[in-house]
């Protein structure tokens, strides 16, 4: 059975459908927080849901999203034998305190200090090592069942500031985050979360390229999961050329519009139109004014027939509450199940 996942943000209470629970395989709440040693869980909401949840579909795997608390949490955590010895003991009494089936490492940036983090040249082999503490943990335990996964970031900068083919062995999944690579950090449009390259865009990134990037790095197709969106990356004051794909901005990528009020007041309305990129598998809306990335039914149907046809794991998603509409998560369901 392919993998299809989806993150889920505590604020929200763990809402979710019986519907949608049954059509996940896995389900991330996220985040659990990163203090010290210890895993804190007390801002969390609606994790008394989780039996609840187990009831509607005993076949679904929930597990507890990982980051810091503070901008150095998972170095400091990962810098020493003690400090990963003790915080593999908490990811292991976390996960049996709540009955949930493992632990999702959410480390975005070792060995980068970009996007307000703190982080050290030790973090690449500190990165391997944490995760093989938590595995050795689990084992020691007897509980082999329990799953460890990462949500990686889809560059080149990832796999050069990790030991991906040393981690991959401790890991069940690597969740391939094949979204943002147009984000606060570009000024120039395009798309964020593509499946493939178009001609012309000068960052080359694409689900594709990330696929082949960590497959290089030594990661098993089978525990590879890409990643699809539910929201979007919006640009204002574009250029009115090209329909404002590929153009140059005063700004950079904001965090758009969810799927659901895509759907609603952008698709095709109020004077969005809708294009679709068929070279990189992907849609995009401009106004003459406001360029808008995102995923929809179509692009993500694209993304799990090239799950099968290269044998991956599966998709997963960011985030569950970004679609009302239920139509995303059919399109995924349609194609992988």
């Known amino acids: 059975m392919r993998v299809l996942a989806g993150y889920l943000l505590d604020k929200t209470g763990l809402t979710i459908t019986k519907n949608d629970a049954r059509k996940l395989t896995h389900l991330m709440i996220a985040f659990g927080k990163i203090d010290g040693v210890l895993i ?19 076949s679904l795997h929930i597990l507890l999203s990982l980051v810091g608390a503070k901008p150095d949490s998972f170095s400091r955590v990962s810098a020493e034998e003690e400090t990963r010895r003790r915080f593999a003991v908490s990811c292991w009494e976390t996960v049996r305190r709540f009955d949930i089936d493992g632990v999702d490492l959410d480390w975005e940036y070792p060995c980068c200090p970009e996007n307000f983090i703190e982080a050290s040249p030790r973090d690449k082999e500190n990165f391997t090592l944490l995760c093989e503490a938590i595995r050795k943990e689990f084992e020691r335990r007897g509980e082999w069942k329990l799953l460890l996964t990462i949500a990686a970031g889809a560059g080149q900068y990832y796999v050069e500031n990790t030991q991906m083919e040393k981690v991959s062995r401790y890991l069940d999944f690597v969740f391939l985050m094949t979204y943002d690579f147009r984000c606060g950090f570009h000024t120039l449009t395009g798309h964020h979360t593509n499946l493939y390259t178009s001609t012309g865009d000068l960052y080359r990134t694409s689900a594709d390229a990330a696929v082949r990037l960590f497959l290089g790095s030594g990661v098993p197709a089978s525990k590879i999961a890409i990643g699809g969106a539910m ?4 640009w204002t004051g574009v250029p009115d050329r090209n329909h404002g794909f590929l153009q140059p901005t005063e700004g950079s990528g904001k965090y758009g519009p969810v799927y659901s009020d895509l759907k609603a007041d ?9 294009f679709w990129d068929d070279e990189a598998k992907a849609p995009y809306l401009f106004n003459g004014n406001t360029f808008i990335s995102y995923d929809d039914p179509q692009s993500l149907q694209c993304k799990c027939k090239y799950i099968k046809q290269h044998n991956l794991a599966g998709i997963f998603y960011w985030e569950h509450g970004g679609d009302r509409t239920g139509e995303l998560l059919n399109a995924m369901t349609s194609i992988l199940k």
Not at 40 to 54: C, D, M, N, S, V
Not at 231 to 234: D, P
């Open 266 to 274: 952008y698709i095709n309305r109020n004077g969005y139109e809708r």
């Open 40 to 58: 804190r869980t007390e801002h969390l909401a609606g994790l008394e849901k989780i039996a609840l949840l187990k009831k509607w579909n005993p």
């Open 231 to 234: 929201y979007s990356r919006m």
